[in-house]
């Protein structure tokens, strides 16, 4: 489903297109600088959170050793093992939610300012993206309906988890000029923490990042794009849900392509939790799911 709106008439040549031949567009090349955009920032908050896991759990190792001494105390801690998974088990229950924007509204921004040379590119995409995914997390993707997913349940044990999916498409300009790309997104998401004591984080973004075919580097100007759904610590308990957070302007990439540059275009969701799991004293965990739907984006060359 590719279109173009003519700057002379229905035969006009449009200003971006599918290339003829695109089955190595997407390689270990590219899949790698997307792991490197992505877990770069992660990376670093799970090594935090590990190292404070462990000293929580070398301080309360005294207090255990003589919990597990006594028979009673023994049983009320496998007792509230069990109560805390119950207790989890209807976490998404009073689940705040975010703004939401109507699809015709975010339609009509990615369409904003329309005029000769805008074009629409649609379904199928080129490639699915799965990649990566850490711990407890998973990802979804189909190139066909145009949708992608990513969630992580929070487990029993401490640590952080992640992981990203999305869809791709290669595009050729066939004029030199300035691309910018509008996807009109639509995002469902939740996310929910159980704590009691010690803390659990969790975050959502969603992101565009325009590729050089053959290098994986991210093109400029601004060929990558990144919005934060949410971003959540708590000791206690929270949750928080949302759908239609976004405009396509407010996650547009622009770049600067030549004639007869082939450029990748990559649309991806990702979600972030760490948590302590389950401590004697305490425990903290996070769960959330993102999911999107784009069965089609909009092209703006030199408008």
């Not at 496998?78 to 689940?95: F, I, K, N």
């Not at 869809?167 to 939740?190: C, E, N, Q, S, Y």
Request: hydrophobic share 40%; charged share 20%.
């Amino acid at each position: 489903m590719d279109r173009v709106i003519p700057e002379t008439g229905p035969t006009a040549e449009p200003a971006v297109r599918r290339p003829d031949d695109n089955r190595e567009a997407f390689t270990a090349v590219h899949r790698a600088e997307i792991r490197h955009l992505v877990e770069t920032p992660w990376k670093a908050h799970a090594e935090t959170g590990a190292r404070i896991s462990e000293a929580e759990r070398r301080a309360y190792t005294p207090a255990l050793r003589i919990v597990e001494q006594d028979a009673d105390a023994a049983a009320a801690a496998r007792e509230l093992t069990e109560l805390r998974r119950a207790a989890r088990s209807r976490q998404w229950d009073g689940a705040g939610t975010g703004t939401t924007h109507t699809w015709d509204d975010r339609v009509r921004d990615a369409f904003r300012g329309v005029q000769h040379g805008i074009n629409v590119i649609g379904l199928p995409y080129d490639w699915e993206i799965r990649d990566p995914v850490h711990n407890a997390g998973e990802a979804v993707a189909d190139k066909a309906a145009g949708t992608f997913e990513a969630f992580v349940q929070g487990y029993f044990g401490s640590g952080a988890s992640w992981a990203t999916a999305g869809v791709g498409v290669a595009l050729k300009a066939t004029v030199d000029g300035v691309a910018r790309i509008a996807p009109p997104m639509d995002d469902t998401w939740r996310w929910s923490i159980d704590a009691n004591v010690f803390s659990a984080h969790t975050r959502g973004v969603c992101t565009v990042v325009v590729q050089d075919p053959v290098s994986g580097a991210v093109l400029g100007p601004q060929g990558e794009r990144t919005i934060q759904l949410w971003s959540h610590t708590s000791q206690t308990g929270a949750g928080g849900a949302g759908s239609g957070s976004f405009f396509a302007s407010d996650i547009a990439p622009t770049v600067t392509l030549t004639a007869g540059q082939v450029c990748n275009v990559n649309f991806l969701l990702s979600v972030f939790t760490d948590q302590s799991g389950d401590i004697f004293f305490g425990h903290s965990y996070a769960d959330c799911r993102l999911r999107v739907h784009l069965p089609f984006f909009v092209v703006h060359m030199n408008v």
